[in-house]
């Protein structure tokens, strides 16, 4: 089974609107954490925003924040007041445990198109 | 700071031939990763190391070997290229197992 699913297609958004990116993860550990990271057309991968299985708080990071259902294995990120620069592919990944052997595994990504 | 560096941008091999990739980190950071990215697929682990002098292998080892001489560079080796290793890479480094990873900029390889 995958750790980290994110099956919208593509996505679509209009400039100054919000919109969320879906992702689910799977996972047996009590100890683990969500990261969303963005890949613009010019490839660099940007950290965005990181969420904790124990914060009990959603995490918010300026126009950015985590919208973290832990009984439905959920991480979604929802983009506030959508930008023409947040047009990218957007990478939702998963650590288990911790330590050493802690590691990233990585969803296949979504494309986000904001129109102006 | 640069953070992560990575050398070359570019690289076009014919199969067979070997090349090593250099990661340069300056953020004093214990760990450090190389990936591959594919269409499709995402990121995948192909080694990583959790300090100087450490190497261990990921989700996608083979046809790879990997060098932490020094803290701040890891070093990916091809032996002998295949068309399955065109690909890009990306090298990340992190202080400490399981926080944020920051990327270099890739490097986009082909083998032909």
């Known amino acids: 089974a995958q750790k980290i699913t994110q099956t919208q297609p593509g996505m679509f958004v209009q400039e100054k609107e919000a919109v969320t990116l879906d992702c689910t993860y799977d996972t047996s550990d009590q100890s683990y954490g969500l990261f969303w990271y963005k890949q613009p057309s010019s490839g660099e991968m940007i950290f965005l925003i990181y969420q904790g299985s124990y914060d009990e708080q959603n995490a918010t990071e300026g126009r950015y924040s985590l919208n973290f259902q832990k009984a439905r294995k959920s991480a979604n990120l929802v983009i506030s007041a959508s930008q023409l620069g947040d047009s990218a592919m957007y990478f939702c990944a998963m650590r288990e445990g911790a330590g050493a052997n802690s590691k990233l595994t990585f969803g296949k990504g979504i494309t986000l198109s904001v129109r102006p | 700071n640069a953070g992560v560096t990575q050398t070359p941008k570019f690289r076009v091999l014919k199969t067979g031939q070997s090349m090593t990739l250099l990661c340069a980190q300056d953020?004093?950071?214990?760990?450090m990763y190389w990936y591959r990215q594919d269409p499709g697929m995402g990121l995948r682990l192909i080694h990583y190391s959790v300090g100087e002098g450490t190497t261990a292998k990921g989700e996608v080892p083979d046809g790879y070997n990997v060098s932490r001489l020094k803290k701040q560079n890891f070093l990916l080796g091809l032996e002998s290229a295949a068309p399955s290793q065109t690909s890009v890479y990306f090298c990340?480094?992190?202080?400490?197992?399981?926080?944020?990873?920051?990327f270099g900029p890739g490097t986009r390889l082909t083998v032909t």
């Open positions: 953020m004093n950071h214990e760990y």
């Open positions: 990340a480094s992190s202080y400490f197992g399981g926080l944020e990873q920051y």
